[in-house]
């Protein structure tokens, strides 16, 4: 069965332009993990790279050959042809056809003073190397996508040339014509001009390649859709040179939700934020907490009064439910703290706190007391929720560490550190010596050898991350060391903080809050049931969607 043509077309150059971004490499296994995910998603292009200007993109199309993509169609990225020669005799064009993609873009010089000081040839001869180009590939068969490089600069600069670069690729045979603001400096009413000039100058499909030097590569993209383009070319969490192209990671959900227009399968756009942290994780890159819809602070609550009135209504302050793009609301802890944070956070964490509960202002104050002291709350929710749960209830800790030593020693070229360790579960004792890498390393294995014998399950719990930082290094006081752990199982993932003048007592308060948060996390789930049943039905059912 065919699939619906959509309204706007999908074009994703993560894997050639993104690829071009500070800090991001891929390989070739990578780029074809990373087309299938895009395929799965259901954009509808996946630019795989430029096989005449790197041997690793001609390795990854041959790969691609034996792989089926089930809605995407692949695109090998070129150029025209060389200056006075023909497209049929030239080496980066033979590339391309080889490559055996369904889709061919290649892009050509739409602006005169490239045309002159760059290609260092004719107006006319760069029209010919559009035209023949294309017609080149198109007598290949295959799909031709014409990207008309500085389009918004070349118009601007003369517009009666770029005009006619544009039409040489339609004369050509091209089937869409895609105009670029390559230096990402056009403002949105710049574009929508000229490509409505473009449009009545052509009957081609149009396209539009945006890139964020201004901030605008998104803004740019949907303002050129007033103006009859159909195809949108980006890469996802906005990867790319400089400040990166436009970002189909906020396209997207702009495009089904703000305009309401039909673009990317309905039922992908639950998993957009998952995909934006696979990418992430795929190229080796922190995850930026600020990135519009899928970013982890998009829809975090500090301010008191924002909290307060998400708390009531979640319209108030969200402009969608977090959920519809698979991301999920946070309230933020912090010296802004107030009633309704904690009441909010305990019940993110699946604990039944109101504004009856009568420990309800001593915890508070021990909140505030403790992020005086350096704690800070709203990256270690492990902690935290570990921290409501002793004010409620008395009931004694799942183990306690009496004792323990750390020490170091040289041993040739290499160190090892040695820690052993005391712990008390209920009336039983454990006594538990380990080495690791470091003394926080050798910490971590006594701990967790020590527990596994009361508690087995714990085996599963993973260190995954590790922070440190100084704090607070004012005159007259010492500097204080935080340390935040991420701990995981298959499960989840939470974090937990430690904070001290010595990093070994740091670290091990944390570590403990770590597998202590472990063992008890399942009666926090328990009581989210009781919480929800007294809720709306609008948030229960976006809770049931998170967990
Ligand atoms: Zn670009």
Redesign the pocket.
Known sequence: MRAITPEIEIYD?TLR?GS?GQGVSFSTADKLRIAERLDEFGVHYIEGGWPGSNPKDVEFFEEAKTRRFRRARLAAFGSTRRKHARAADDEQVRLLIEAETPVITIFGKSWLLHVREVLQTTPEENLAMVEDTVRCLKAQGRFVIYDGEHSFDGYKDDPEYALATWQAAERGGADVIVL?D?NGGSLPEEVVQITRQARAGLRVRLGI?T?DDIGLGVANALASLEAGVTQV?GTFNGY??RTG?CNLTSLIPNLAFKLKKQSIPAESLPLLKELSHFLDEVANVRPNPRLPWVGSAAFSHKGGTHVNAVHKVLRSYEHIDPAAVGNTRHVLISELAGRSNIILKARELGIDVSKDTPQLSNMLKRIKALEHAGYEFEAADGSLALLIRRSLCEEAAPFVVDAYHVSMRSEGKTSVCEATIKVRAGKEHAHTVSEGKGPVDALDGALRSALVKFYPHLRNVKLTDYKVRIVDSSVGTAARTRVLIESGDDASTWTTIGVNENIIEASLEALVDSLEYALLRKQFAASVVKVEAREDDRSRISKERHL
């Open positions: 150059t332009d071009q670029c390559t390649h890139h070319q790319g040179e192209n």
